[in-house]
T-cell receptor, first 118, second 116 residues
């Protein structure tokens, strides 16, 4: 069975601080995808990144960076120099492709509420 | 980039009535769409997976006769909440599988349903 654990539930930082959001996943599949989504108060889920299981390269996109470590089954997300607009709930998710049929499934962690104070 | 549109964003309905929520992939064909429900301050709960042209696969505990899902075309899936009750009030969000290799999941804006 697949599982995503986001052990941190709420994080509060002051603007310009760096913050890391942790994500640990479990799966027996060798082919899978990992995602991070941002959910602001308005509710929509904003896609941030997709990483496939065969690509362990870390990625940086502006103030965002992701550290994928298969050895520890972790896919952590760091926001550098946080801003008030970063305040949101962040979800990590695991996607088992299962081909293009009904076996494909996206499993979410419980989410981390990030509050960035001015 | 890929866009998934969900309509309506907000809906209020009376107990006992049915309400339909639409999910459209605007610039790509989605063979698979997913429907989620989210309670306040909780994670997303997968309700069902719909594949174009076939019956939806429901998660355990989700009543298929109450939450009717239709995926009639490659760009449209609908969720109908039948005989709605106040406990059905929730945030419903759809997603579609697209992108490179069909392995990126894009979400709609979500629909807030209030049953009075």
């Amino acid at each position: 069975a697949q599982k995503v654990t986001q052990a941190q539930t709420e994080i509060s930082v002051v603007e310009k601080e760096d913050v890391t959001l942790d994500c640990v996943y479990e799966t027996r599949d060798t082919t899978y995808y990992l995602f991070w989504y941002k959910q602001p108060p308005s509710g929509e889920l904003v896609f941030l990144i997709r990483r496939n299981s065969f690509d362990e390269q870390n990625e940086i996109s502006g103030r965002y960076s992701w550290n994928f470590q298969k050895s520890t089954s972790s896919f952590n997300f760091t926001i550098t120099a946080s801003q008030v607009v970063d305040s949101a709930v962040y979800f990590c998710a695991l996607f088992l492709t299962g081909g293009f049929g009904a076996n494909s499934k996206l499993t979410f962690g419980k989410g981390i509420t990030l509050s960035v104070r001015p | 980039g890929a866009v998934v549109s969900q309509h309506p964003s907000w809906v209020i309905c009376k107990s006992g009535t049915s309400v339909k929520i639409e999910c459209r992939s605007l610039d790509f064909q989605a063979t698979t769409m997913f429907w989620y429900r989210q309670f306040p301050k909780q994670s997303l709960m997968l309700m069902a997976t719909s594949n174009e042209g076939s019956k939806a696969t429901y998660e355990q505990g989700v009543e298929k006769d109450k939450f009717l899902i239709n995926h009639a075309s490659l760009t449209l899936s609908t969720l109908t909440v039948t005989s709605a009750h106040p406990e059905d009030s929730s945030f419903y969000i759809c997603s579609a599988r697209g992108g490179s290799g069909g392995n990126t999941i894009y979400f709609g804006e979500g629909s807030w349903l209030t049953v009075v």
